[in-house]
């Protein structure tokens, strides 16, 4: 497949040759016929379930082997007022396996994986065990993690965020992934998580020289006037030392969201707060984040058509305190600001749930500086891609 990318030299092409997943190679083989009558559901449950290579339920040594990974491709186009740009990103491309040991553990293991294939191996994704009992009211991970435990954006998976990127501030102030212990238990309609984590990274795990973070937070079942709802309140430390290379430079992030939904229309509501380290500044942020779910069966049993939006507010008291964002708006200016608004309107279509979807999306964006009045960023960005995991 390099070889193929290769020859025809496009970014398009380069794109398509890693997203052949085994979990693809089933299609071959599958009988013909009008998808529509056979059913695509059956056949995607098929695909997927391929990925699955053991499986022995008798609650002794390894229950079942399966390989996991995902693969977020998008292109992009940034039209600005500081200067025009446009590419394709192979976001993530991600591979690994996970297993289950009886009778309560998981273990997993993904990489990042360079998009030209030289080398194939870019470092480290995920490397945990995770204990979590069949009541599922709690669960306990040790080894490297995807953060996704503070605010409402950076605790939803990328395999399942509703917009093509997430917000400027998450990006500017939350980490990516990180090494330690984290654990959360159910009390009924109240759920407690909590982790400590060390403050250095490496390419694969942590030399444990670099100080440490540690997060705590609740949820409780608070529906309002919706359906079903989540009150959220999350709090993030950082010690500040200087060697600490896996959390982003705030010492003290605090972070209160609601989740809700009502039939097809869902809204999240985010309110985050992060006090500074050294001459980083103090900064706050305000999300909203509804969807509605415009069409269901749209062309098979299965798929649908989802509308979401996203309204940004973010401010800095101290000048120069926010940055544009990495994707896409820093290729086309460097300059910081101190105030952002951005507005964000996209089409999901859900092939198969988030496990095969494309989406396309535009975000209007203005980042403020005040001290001379003037506009660091002020434009567009387009994208669209197509997403999948197993």
Same mark, same amino acid.
């Given at each position: *497949?390099?070889?193929?990318?290769?020859?025809?030299?496009?970014?398009?092409?380069?794109?398509? =040759?890693?997203?052949?997943?085994?979990? $693809?190679?089933?299609?071959?083989?599958?009988?013909?016929? /009008?998808?529509?009558?056979?059913?695509?559901?059956?056949?995607?449950?098929?695909?997927?379930?391929?990925?699955?290579?053991? @499986?022995?339920?008798?609650?002794?040594?390894?229950?079942?082997?399966?390989?996991?990974?995902?693969?977020?491709?998008?292109?992009?186009?940034?039209?600005?007022?500081?200067?025009?740009?446009?590419?394709?990103?192979?976001? !993530?491309?991600?591979?690994?396996?996970?297993?289950?040991?009886? /009778?309560?553990?998981?273990?997993?293991?993904?990489?990042?994986?360079?998009?030209?294939?030289? /080398?194939?191996?870019?470092?480290?994704?995920?490397?945990?065990?995770?204990?979590? /009992?069949?009541?599922?009211?709690?669960?306990?991970?040790?080894?490297?993690?995807?953060?996704?435990?503070?605010?409402?954006?950076?605790?939803?998976?990328?395999?399942?965020?509703?917009?093509?990127?997430?917000? $400027?501030?998450?990006?500017?102030?939350?980490?990516?992934?990180?090494?330690?212990?984290?654990?959360?238990?159910? %009390?009924?309609?109240?759920?407690?998580?909590?982790?400590?984590?060390?403050?250095?990274?490496?390419?694969? %795990?942590?030399?444990?020289?670099?100080?440490?973070?540690?997060?705590?937070?609740?949820?409780?079942?608070?529906?309002?006037?919706?359906?079903?709802?989540?009150?959220?309140?999350?709090?993030?430390?950082?010690?500040?030392?200087?060697?600490?290379?896996?959390?982003?430079?705030?010492?003290?992030?605090?972070?209160?969201?609601?989740?809700?939904?009502?039939?097809?229309?869902?809204?999240?509501?985010?309110?985050?707060?992060?006090?500074?380290?050294?001459?980083?500044?103090?900064?706050?942020?305000?999300?909203?984040?509804?969807?509605?779910?415009?069409?269901?069966?749209?062309?098979?049993?299965?798929?649908?058509? @989802?509308?979401?939006? !996203?309204?940004?507010?973010?401010?800095?008291?101290?000048?120069?305190?926010? *940055?544009?964002?990495?994707?896409?708006?820093?290729?086309?200016?460097?300059?910081?600001?101190?105030?952002? @608004?951005? %507005?964000?309107?996209?089409?999901?279509?859900?092939?198969?749930?988030?496990? $095969?979807?494309?989406?396309?999306? =535009?975000?209007?964006?203005?980042?403020?500086?005040?001290?001379?009045?003037?506009?660091?960023?002020?434009?567009?960005?387009?994208?669209?891609?197509?997403?999948?995991?197993?």
């Amino acid at each position: *497949m390099r070889t193929l990318a290769n020859f025809f030299g496009c970014r398009v092409c380069k794109a398509a =040759a890693i997203t052949i997943p085994l979990a $693809l190679l089933p299609v071959v083989v599958y009988p013909a016929g /009008p998808l529509a009558t056979v059913g695509l559901t059956s056949l995607f449950d098929s695909m997927w379930s391929s990925t699955e290579l053991y @499986q022995d339920n008798d609650d002794q040594g390894v229950e079942s082997f399966r390989l996991v990974g995902r693969y977020h491709g998008q292109s992009w186009s940034v039209n600005a007022a500081q200067g025009k740009a446009s590419g394709w990103d192979n976001r !993530r491309v991600i591979f690994g396996f996970q297993a289950l040991l009886a /009778p309560d553990y998981v273990v997993e293991l993904q990489a990042h994986i360079n998009d030209d294939f030289s /080398p194939v191996y870019r470092g480290l994704y995920t490397g945990f065990i995770q204990w979590s /009992p069949s009541d599922k009211k709690s669960s306990l991970s040790l080894g490297r993690l995807d953060y996704l435990f503070t605010g409402m954006e950076r605790s939803t998976s990328s395999k399942k965020i509703y917009t093509i990127e997430r917000g $400027l501030l998450v990006n500017q102030i939350m980490p990516g992934e990180v090494v330690g212990l984290y654990g959360r238990h159910g %009390f009924g309609d109240l759920t407690v998580h909590a982790g400590l984590f060390s403050g250095d990274i490496e390419r694969e %795990f942590t030399r444990f020289d670099a100080g440490f973070a540690a997060v705590f937070g609740i949820a409780y079942k608070l529906p309002l006037f919706y359906d079903k709802g989540r009150l959220h309140i999350d709090y993030l430390y950082n010690d500040g030392n200087p060697g600490n290379n896996a959390f982003e430079p705030y010492g003290n992030t605090f972070s209160i969201w609601h989740e809700a939904e009502k039939g097809r229309f869902s809204l999240g509501v985010d309110l985050t707060a992060a006090r500074g380290l050294g001459e980083r500044s103090d900064v706050w942020g305000l999300t909203l984040l509804p969807s509605y779910d415009l069409v269901k069966d749209l062309i098979f049993g299965g798929d649908a058509l @989802q509308l979401n939006l !996203r309204y940004q507010l973010a401010s800095s008291r101290d000048a120069y305190g926010l *940055m544009p964002q990495s994707r896409y708006e820093q290729e086309v200016t460097s300059a910081a600001g101190d105030q952002y @608004q951005a %507005f964000y309107a996209g089409l999901n279509y859900y092939i198969y749930g988030f496990k $095969l979807k494309l989406m396309a999306g =535009a975000e209007y964006a203005n980042l403020k500086e005040s001290v001379e009045a003037g506009q660091a960023y002020d434009g567009w960005t387009y994208m669209a891609g197509l997403r999948f995991y197993f």
